[in-house]
């Protein structure tokens, strides 16, 4: 949603909101959209994207060609490099 074309709520549609937010779980009628528990066919992060921020990075240059080679086309291999130091971090995380 675009906040600059979307309408402020008006003050019943506030109320509403603020009434459905109190109502507990089991009086919410879903029988219109059943729970799905089983998601075979779903996509992890296909409509997330990550904000991006353009920096320069140097890097050694046998690095680079590593990500380069296993690129195919040479195409893709920021996105390798973003992948592995992402990996990298999240085990960082944990410990």
Avoid: C
């Amino acid at each position: 949603m675009n906040k600059a074309t979307s309408k402020a709520l008006t003050d019943e549609q506030e109320a509403e909101l603020a009434a459905l937010g109190t109502l507990p779980d089991d009086r919410i009628d879903t029988s219109d959209i059943p729970e799905a528990v089983n998601w075979p066919d779903a996509q992890r992060g296909l409509f997330y994207r990550p904000v991006k921020k353009q920096i320069t990075l140097r890097l050694d240059s046998d690095v680079l060609a590593w990500f380069k080679r296993r690129a195919p086309g040479g195409r893709g291999y920021q996105t390798e490099i973003n992948r592995a130091l992402r990996q990298h971090v999240q085990r960082r995380k944990t410990r």
